[in-house]
T-cell receptor, first 108, second 117 residues
């Protein structure tokens, strides 16, 4: 099955800094999503992005399907951005496979 | 549209007891998924349904676990003879999947935390 790897595993930022999170996947995908998991465990959809580029406020994401990676950009980070960011992908007609996540801590 | 809802949100049970979790997907979503997540890990796939048909089960889903979606709407996940290793958050998700090889956004519920003591 598809493998999903995320880097870095941990990231510590000062408020206002920018960051880039990476997701590599091992096969062609027809679904790739980025999630933010809040302290209560809720997985919040950030982007559905099997290819191309999308932006939503301070967040943007780019997936280069031919090279099998996706990037999540966080600009002007805030303490509320802290948490775990997951990339998840699926190929074919079935379930999302999750990476191990990037744990982000933003300090004031 | 109230999103994916799960019940109960928290459950503490003694080892050996049975527990059941319920998931109500987003209305008219034909796909429903169950995942399990332990501390510090990403969610792991357990099983999924297309309408009422259970199409795939992970090897993580031992014979103590059973999931149903009897009318293609809500789903239940039952764990029999619970063990301490079953302690985890159980996540339900749904999507509206149309056609083969058609990706679509998958939405997660808030999860059900299980602690086996």
């Amino acid at each position: 099955g598809i493998q999903v790897e995320q880097s870095p595993p941990d990231l510590i930022l000062q408020e206002g800094a920018n960051s880039t999170l990476r997701c590599n996947f091992s096969d062609s995908v027809n679904n790739l999503q980025w999630f933010h998991q809040n302290p209560w465990g809720q997985l919040i959809n950030l982007f559905y992005i099997p290819s191309g580029t999308k932006q939503n406020g301070r967040l943007s994401a780019t997936t280069v399907a031919t090279e099998r990676y996706s990037l999540l950009y966080i600009s002007s980070s805030q303490t509320t951005d802290s948490g775990v960011y997951f990339c998840a992908a699926s190929g074919g007609y079935n379930k999302l496979i999750f990476g191990a996540g990037t744990r982000l801590a933003v300090h004031p | 549209d109230t999103g994916v809802s799960q019940d109960p949100r928290h459950k503490i049970t003694k080892r050996g007891q049975n527990v059941t979790f319920r998931c109500d997907p987003i209305s008219e979503h034909n796909r429903l998924y169950w995942y399990r997540q332990t501390l510090g890990q990403g969610p792991e796939f357990l099983t999924y349904f297309q309408n009422e048909a259970q199409l795939e089960k992970s090897r993580l889903l031992s014979d103590r676990f059973s999931a149903e979606r009897p009318k293609g709407s809500f789903s239940t996940l039952e764990i029999q003879r619970t063990e301490q290793g079953d302690s985890a958050m159980y996540l339900c998700a749904s999507s509206n999947q149309q056609g083969a090889f058609a990706g679509n956004t998958i939405y997660f519920g808030e999860g059900s935390w299980l602690t086996v003591v």
